[in-house]
């Protein structure tokens, strides 16, 4: 038994008077939509024993399993019910372009494709977890908890904060100059590149807390961000 099927409870779905639900599914990465299909207790099941997303198709009345045909499966990651429990959020792990178009997402443009008719790179880099870190950071904030390392560098004020940041900024620039260095000389770039994602990480993760420290919001960082997008480039 997954996981997923321990957390959800299947009886507590509300099926509309023809036996189906509302099925919309979620890229795990950033929390875009791929596609809305139908669920019925058939497929609901059928998606909880193999951990693949099945739905039933209404045009051919049966059970179809998501990539039966095309491979690009829809790994099962969790199920949640609205508010009303007569709708499903699944969140899932695309195999591929979720759409018969061959774009990433039912909802994208048909131009989203790449070339040759294949499924265009996706965009997403899975940013919308960062929300859950900076959740986790104006947390420790506000509350203060003992023994956390963020309250410790909190407490600090800026100059703990900031050193941390100016810390790791040299960490990630050293990172950068190894693997450029492993590269130059062919070597294998596994660890160096690993190295460079985990100092990157801690220079992330620092300079949120010095924001918070500043009480300043992250948005205020990507409105300056989205406004110097939209400026014209410089002659």
């Not at 990465?29 to 099941?45: F, I, K, N, S």
Request: charged share 25%; hydrophobic share 40%.
């Amino acid at each position: 038994m997954s996981t997923v099927s321990l957390r959800f409870d299947p009886a507590a779905v509300r099926y509309g008077p023809d036996g189906l639900v509302p099925a919309i599914v979620q890229d795990r990465a950033d929390g875009g939509v791929l596609m809305v299909a139908w669920m019925d207790a058939e497929a609901l099941v059928a998606t909880l024993d193999t951990g693949e997303v099945h739905f039933h198709s209404r045009s051919r009345g049966r059970l179809w399993r998501k990539g039966e045909t095309s491979g690009n499966v829809l790994r099962l990651v969790g199920l949640a019910l609205d508010c009303d429990s007569d709708a499903i959020l699944v969140t899932a792990d695309p195999a591929g372009p979720t759409c018969h178009r061959g774009t990433r997402s039912c909802f994208d443009p048909e131009d989203a494709r790449g070339a040759h008719g294949t499924a265009a790179p996706a965009a997403s880099q899975g940013f919308t977890w960062l929300e859950i870190l900076w959740s986790t950071i104006a947390s420790r904030a506000a509350e203060r908890p003992q023994g956390s390392y963020t309250t410790r560098l909190l407490d600090g004020g800026v100059d703990v904060a900031g050193r941390k940041v100016t810390e790791e900024a040299t960490e990630v620039l050293l990172a950068a100059k190894n693997d450029e260095t492993a590269q130059a000389a062919g070597d294998d770039r596994t660890t160096s590149r690993e190295r460079l994602a985990e100092e990157t990480a801690d220079l992330l993760f620092h300079a949120l807390v010095l924001l918070a420290e500043r009480d300043v919001d992250p948005r205020a960082v990507l409105e300056v961000l989205r406004a110097r997008h939209g400026r014209p480039a410089r002659p």
